[in-house]
């Protein structure tokens, strides 16, 4: 009876060491996939999230001085009795 405890102790050791390898493959092949995936990206040059934020704020703020220029212009034509180009404001 000892023998098969033996035989089943030396059994579980090989599967959680097979297991603990399995892990450091599946690691390993993790790190390789994802610095592929990295220089696969790096290489079409795509924008990062923060070039993509600044380009966010920029657009926010521009569309924010296109307004109060497009108002400008609406009070001005409106002071001089102008009529102002059709479809001007709705372009905006």
Do not use: C
Not at 37 to 65: G, K, T, Y
């Amino acid at each position: 009876m000892q023998g098969s405890n033996r035989l089943f102790d030396d059994f579980a050791r090989l599967m959680t060491d097979a297991a603990g390898a399995a892990q450091g493959v599946r690691r390993e092949a993790e790190t390789v996939f994802k610095a592929q995936v990295e220089r696969l990206i790096r290489d079409m040059d795509i924008a990062s999230r923060e070039e993509l934020d600044v380009l966010r704020d920029l657009v926010s703020a521009l569309r924010s001085q296109n307004d109060a220029l497009a108002a400008r212009v609406t009070a001005l034509e409106a002071k001089l009795g102008a009529d102002p180009v059709a479809g001007a404001s709705e372009a905006i």
